[in-house]
């Protein structure tokens, strides 16, 4: 019988919970067995494995990012779009700098995870709405790029130098979307 309150979500918020713990340690059985308080075992009747929880935590990741994303993008011609998306984007990924760098590079091998990516490639086609082909294709892998590799470097506490970071951002921001 499952424990009482353990379930596959219960399982994913406790692995998010032991991401930004541990800073974004490797994720286990035996800890998240521990988080819940039960023995490792108990975990295996909700999840096939680790591979499982953390398709699932990633998944549910994706789908966080797909909401900050989706609200941010809400109602905003291409240009704008693109702004609010970066703008975003970033923020999700410094606000949850464990949880962003967990993420799976290629999103897939697990149903959910795959569907939860689709959902922030879609919404990233707003903020390129009105290209096509590889045109599309060069201007989503540039946003991509942009919002990665400043949030990445940011929540690293890459910018050690005096001037405001919110403004190279936004300066970023305009030569892309300009």
Excluded: C, N, W
Aim: proline share 4%; aromatic share 6%; charged share 20%.
């Amino acid at each position: 019988m499952p424990r009482a309150g353990l379930s596959r979500e219960a399982l994913v918020e406790l692995a998010l919970a032991e991401l930004d713990a541990t800073g974004g340690a490797p994720l286990s059985i035996g800890a998240i067995a521990a988080r819940a308080g039960v023995r490792p075992p108990s975990i295996y009747k909700h999840v096939d494995g680790l591979a499982e929880l953390e398709a699932l935590t990633a998944a549910r990741t994706y789908d966080d990012l797909a909401d900050a994303l989706a609200t941010a993008t809400a109602d905003h011609g291409a240009d704008d779009a693109a702004r609010a998306f970066l703008h975003a984007y970033r923020a999700f990924a410094v606000r949850y700098p464990a949880r962003y760098r967990a993420l799976p590079v290629q999103p897939s091998g697990h149903p959910a995870l795959e569907a939860a990516a689709a959902r922030v490639l879609d919404l990233a086609g707003r903020a390129v709405a009105g290209l096509s082909g590889d045109d599309a294709i060069h201007a989503l892998r540039g946003l991509r790029a942009a919002a990665h590799g400043f949030a990445t470097l940011e929540a690293a506490g890459g910018f050690g130098l005096g001037t405001d970071v919110d403004a190279s951002f936004d300066r970023l921001v305009e030569r892309l979307v300009g």
